[in-house]
């Protein structure tokens, strides 16, 4: 296991080194998580000081993304709300990915009744469209970043219950998991540590784009205002409130906007390094 | 293929789209079930007695058990019924069919922006592989991907609408403009047979912008699709016949291999519907666009239920016949498919 996890690091840099793309991206990723992490210390200001002497200033030494229309510094509630952002996609990802593997790998793992049933029940949810239903049932659950995640984190339960059935179903056919068997493992020891810790290498492939269009539909739903609530700063709820003053101070709602698309682009740029480094089929 | 196999096939899935349709209901009542308030208290109001909320219960069927009431739901789907909206008291479905031409319009539009460019690049990216077109489009298709519909809007609307004053940024047709009489509700054909110059000009002014902005998100995703058909197709003994033959490359890729490489655009367009319909709800909000989506979004503001739901039954059944249309049509087109049913 740890030779394993060895040669994956070297995978990765050696991938990464072939990918001045990929590099850029990861620097970028890294770069919004330290905003996160460490948003009160890096954030040139408090996220909601009110100054209405400088309100809705381009953006300036001082001020460098400009400010809103009460005074706050834009980039002070850029830096915060990676918080919001970056989290609510993690939490979709986390909700749709736990529940969606456990239910898959039971199902593919157990096969017979209980996998006809889920298989079936899978099939019927993946058929409709799961934005359309998140946005009925996060309006139904009412506004909040919150609710959003909940939303769109459980619609996405079935694609990844898709994923972690098929991985499951071949991985109960391979001969160190028949074997592990024959010895008397029962079903949680074999879900445990032959089958979810084998089907996770694509599963995480899967979750890093996932990450980038949940983060991109979170930001949707604050847009239109189902989301983050003021003066909760989420990316898209940013550009939603400068969107009343896009004609005449442009920066306010465009440079949010602009951050959104580097950090999904570089969570997408990042989910292709992941692929190449875990899926070796592909390696020459 | 003959007959009698294609209507089993067609058969089978038509079975599964009615399976599909019931979980969608079923869904649906869910939802609706999760949506605050009381339903009863709403109708009476905030100063009705007990006595009349609970007498509004039980004709509303409220006091009766899940199972009767999602039956009864389910009736009422069945004739049209989806209840009267709160804000305006008509019907839901009346307030919504009143607006999809203007909807379809505007994705019909953003489709063919969006199937055009997703092929031209596509073919470009694949017979220029591993050069720098490739990792130019491959870059593009990234940055459409990670770009929120709501802000290409508002970009949009500063630099064509604002800075360069080269299009409208609201509305579908200039104020002062009647619409020409109408035959399909899309204002663009109408005007055209009603020979009205003039309005079909504003027309398609006006849906450059909202059209753009709602191409963009499915771009992407079939610029992938038709460069990996497009190399898949490439590789097959047919070509390097054709090529071996002398036929210029132009021939070769746009006569022999677009074709064969186009038909799983048929499914990937029926699954890019529902970003689509997610989409028009954004786009038709930022540019002011009198359709189904703009209507929705209000309605999910001042929590207009009947209208929500009768929006989210309407996607799922529209999203639902455009794949099993994309099922019959690609068996139809590919012979090598129908081998295996």
């Known amino acids: ?284 | 293929m003959q007959l009698r196999q294609f209507a089993r096939m067609a058969r089978r899935r038509l079975a599964a789209g009615v399976i599909v349709l019931l979980g969608v209901t079923l869904v649906t009542f869910f939802i609706a079930h999760v949506a605050p308030g009381d339903p009863a208290q709403m109708m009476a109001g905030p100063r009705a007695s007990p006595e009349l909320v609970a007498d509004l219960r039980a004709r509303l069927g409220l006091d009766q058990p899940v199972w009767v009431q999602y039956g009864r739901y389910m009736q009422r789907l069945a004739t049209g019924d989806f209840g009267q909206s709160i804000a305006t008291g008509r019907p839901a479905l009346d307030e919504i069919t009143a607006r999809i031409p203007a909807t379809i319009e505007l994705m019909l539009v953003a489709m063919l922006i969006a199937t055009t460019l997703g092929i031209v690049l596509g073919v470009l990216t694949a017979a220029y592989r591993d050069t720098w077109v490739d990792t130019l489009a491959r870059g593009t298709s990234i940055i459409a991907i990670s770009t929120p519909t709501f802000w290409l809007g508002l970009l949009l609307l500063l630099v064509f609408y604002d800075w360069a004053g080269l299009l409208p940024g609201s509305g579908r047709l200039d104020a002062g403009l009647e619409p020409p009489p109408s035959v399909t509700g899309f204002y663009t054909i109408d005007a055209l047979f009603a020979g009205d110059g003039l309005a079909l000009r504003s027309a398609i002014n006006h849906l450059v912008l909202p059209a753009a902005t709602l191409a963009l998100g499915s771009i992407g995703a079939l610029v992938r699709v038709v460069r990996s058909s497009m190399l898949e197709v490439l590789s097959e003994d047919y070509i390097r016949t054709a090529r071996a033959a002398g036929l210029p490359t132009r021939t070769v890729l746009l006569r022999h291999a677009l074709p064969n490489a186009l038909i799983p655009l048929i499914t990937v367009l029926a699954l890019e519907l529902a970003a689509l319909i997610f989409g028009s709800v954004i786009v038709e909000s930022v540019f002011s666009w009198p359709g189904v989506g703009r209507f929705v979004l209000e309605s999910i503001l001042r929590l207009d239920f009947p209208v929500i739901m009768c929006f989210t039954v309407l996607a799922a059944v529209a999203y639902l016949l455009a794949n099993l249309l994309a099922d019959v049509l690609y068996v139809t087109v590919d012979p090598r498919i129908r081998e295996i049913h």
Request: net charge positive; charged share 10%.
């Open chain 1, 1 to 284: 296991m740890h030779a394993g996890l060895a040669t994956s690091g070297g995978r990765v840099w050696a991938t990464l080194r072939r990918q001045p793309l990929g590099m850029a991206a990861v620097l970028v990723l890294s770069l919004v998580v330290v905003c996160a992490l460490f948003a009160p210390w890096i954030a040139p200001y408090p996220p909601d000081a009110i100054d209405l002497a400088s309100r809705l200033q381009p953006p300036s030494a001082a001020h460098w993304a400009g400010t809103d229309e009460v005074g706050r510094d834009i980039l002070s509630r850029l830096i915060h709300g990676a918080r919001a952002s970056l989290g609510v996609g993690i939490g979709i990802v986390l909700i749709g990915s736990s529940l969606g593997i456990a239910i898959g790998s039971v199902a593919g793992y157990l096969g017979g009744k209980t996998d006809a049933v889920i298989g079936r029940v899978v099939d019927i949810l993946l058929a409709m469209p799961a934005m359309v239903i998140a946005l009925a049932l996060s309006a139904a659950m009412g506004p909040g970043l919150g609710n959003a995640m909940i939303a769109l984190g459980s619609v996405s339960v079935p694609m990844y219950a898709r994923l972690a059935r098929g991985q499951a179903l071949s991985l109960r056919e391979r001969d160190f998991v028949r074997a592990s068997r024959a010895l008397g493992a029962g079903t949680f020891h074999q879900l445990k540590f032959n089958i979810v810790p084998n089907l996770l290498p694509p599963a995480i492939v899967f979750m890093t784009f996932h990450l980038g269009s949940a983060m991109l539909a979170a930001s949707a739903l604050s847009f239109i205002g189902l989301g983050a609530q003021p003066p909760l700063a989420e990316w898209g709820a940013l550009v939603s409130a400068g969107r009343g003053f896009v004609l005449q101070h442009w920066w306010y709602a465009v440079i949010p906007g602009l951050v959104i698309v580097l950090t999904a682009a570089a969570i997408n740029l990042v989910g292709d390094v992941a692929r190449d480094v875990i899926d070796t089929r592909r390696q020459p």
